[in-house]
């Protein structure tokens, strides 16, 4: 049995996994008064069962604090995945120490050589990562979908709280059908440019996977096709245990 998480900005994912098999999952707020939280789930958990505890995270503190959380209740180190070394299964042509360690979790996920995929996860940023056969190239960073919707309805007095659908035409007849119009067709046009760039600078085909909140309203708008894993980033950590002796 091992333990393995994400810790996001948002949300943080932690799953309990044996032989390579999803059997719970739990997710807290990142931040905040979470860690409370998980006494209720390892009430009852039998911790000498545990083998092994690997997070990737783009919060220290949570990080932090959970690392605290599990040395009480157990001896076993609890490691972060840029602590592996993760250059024994993936080429990395990029600033490591710059790298969110959620993103070359899933880019461990699927790498297979010979093979070329771009990852698009929809999280607190949108995000693109590159790979290419066993090497990570880099990515892209633009802004979440999430956090820019909110944001405008935020900064703008006449721009409520609008929840996100997918669109049939693109001009709106009223403020939410105009700001939904504008957030939908907007990203569905900045994913496919995208893709079409990254595309045009590698000069190879690429498989496209998708994951995260709002890739369900995407999946079959963008021109890419495309597959979907909501787990692609724990399965990579799955991959990534191995290191861990």
Same mark, same amino acid.
């Given at each position: 049995?091992?333990?393995? +998480? #994400? ?8 799953? @309990?996994?044996?032989? $390579?098999?999803?059997? $719970? ?9 979470? !860690? ?9 958990? &039998? ?28 001896? !076993? ?6 602590? @592996? ?19 070359? %979790? ?14 698009? &996860? ?6 693109? #990562? ?7 190239? +880099?990515? /892209?960073?633009?802004?979440? =979908? ?7 309805? &935020? ?6 709280? =609008? ?10 007849? #009223?403020?939410?059908? %105009? ?18 760039? /990254? ?10 996977? !998708? ?5 369900? @309203? ?12 909501? &787990? ?11 290191? !861990? $002796?």
């Amino acid at each position: 049995m091992i333990i393995l +998480g #994400d810790i996001g900005n948002t949300e943080t994912k932690i799953c @309990l996994v044996n032989n $390579k098999r999803i059997i $719970k999952k739990i997710i807290i707020p990142s931040k905040g008064k979470n !860690i409370h939280i998980l006494n209720k789930y390892f009430k009852k958990f &039998d911790f000498t069962k545990l083998k092994k505890i690997l997070f990737c995270s783009v919060v220290p503190s949570t990080f932090r604090k959970l690392k605290i959380y599990f040395r009480k209740k157990t001896q !076993i180190r609890c490691f972060e995945l840029k602590e @592996l070394n993760l250059r024994s299964i993936l080429k990395i042509d990029a600033n490591y120490n710059q790298v969110g360690s959620d993103r070359l %979790a899933n880019a461990i996920s699927v790498f297979k050589k010979n093979k070329n995929f771009i990852i698009l &996860d929809f999280g607190t940023a949108t995000t693109f #990562d590159v790979l290419v056969g066993n090497k990570y190239k +880099g990515g /892209i960073i633009s802004p979440g =979908i999430k956090l820019s919707l909110n944001t405008l309805s &935020d900064k703008a007095s006449l721009i409520p709280k =609008i929840e996100l659908k997918k669109m049939s035409k693109v001009i709106g007849k #009223d403020t939410k059908s %105009a700001v939904r119009s504008g957030f939908f067709w907007g990203y569905t046009a900045l994913i496919d440019n995208i893709i079409n760039l /990254i595309k045009k600078e590698i000069r190879k085909p690429f498989r496209v996977f !998708i994951t995260g909140g709002f890739s369900k @309203l995407f999946k079959n708008s963008i021109k890419t096709k495309t597959k979907q894993d909501f &787990d692609i980033t724990i399965n990579g950590l799955i991959k990534a245990s191995k290191l !861990i $002796k």
